[in-house]
């Protein structure tokens, strides 16, 4: 069975930084695109940024200069560096991968993190 299990949210004053990490575990063969997503208050979901298994990265133009998304391949984990966070970067943030486990490829979802961003 994958699992995506996310850490590192939190509260934090305007201006600060989180690092945000999702750790992939099971009997996995390979995974893609890794990616992180939020959902704010009464907004639809959105993409924040994604990165390829070779490091190619996008962020959205919101968080372009301020966020940088990583991974460690040998962990199989994905990160999210937040610096000069604003308040409207409040939301849960949820990691996304596309993993190949045996025969099966898909996506999977993590269960999410809280970021609070206070001004």
């Known amino acids: 069975q994958v699992q995506l299990v996310e850490s590192g949210g939190g509260l934090v004053q305007a201006g600060g930084s989180l690092r945000l990490s999702c750790a992939a575990s099971?009997?996995?063969?390979?995974?893609?695109?890794m990616a992180w997503y939020r959902q704010a208050p009464g907004k639809q979901r959105e993409l924040v940024a994604t990165?390829?298994?070779?490091?190619?990265?996008n962020h959205a133009d919101s968080v372009k200069g301020r966020f940088t998304i990583s991974r460690d391949n040998a962990k199989n984990t994905v990160y999210l560096q937040m610096n000069s966070l604003k308040p409207e970067d409040t939301a849960v943030y949820y990691c996304?991968?596309?993993?190949?486990?045996?025969?099966?490829?898909?996506?999977?979802w993590g269960q999410g993190t809280q970021v609070t961003v206070s001004s």
């Open positions: 990165i390829t298994s070779g490091g190619t990265t």
């Open positions: 099971g009997t996995i063969s390979s995974i893609n695109v």
């Open positions: 996304n991968a596309a993993i190949v486990a045996g025969v099966v490829s898909r996506y999977y």
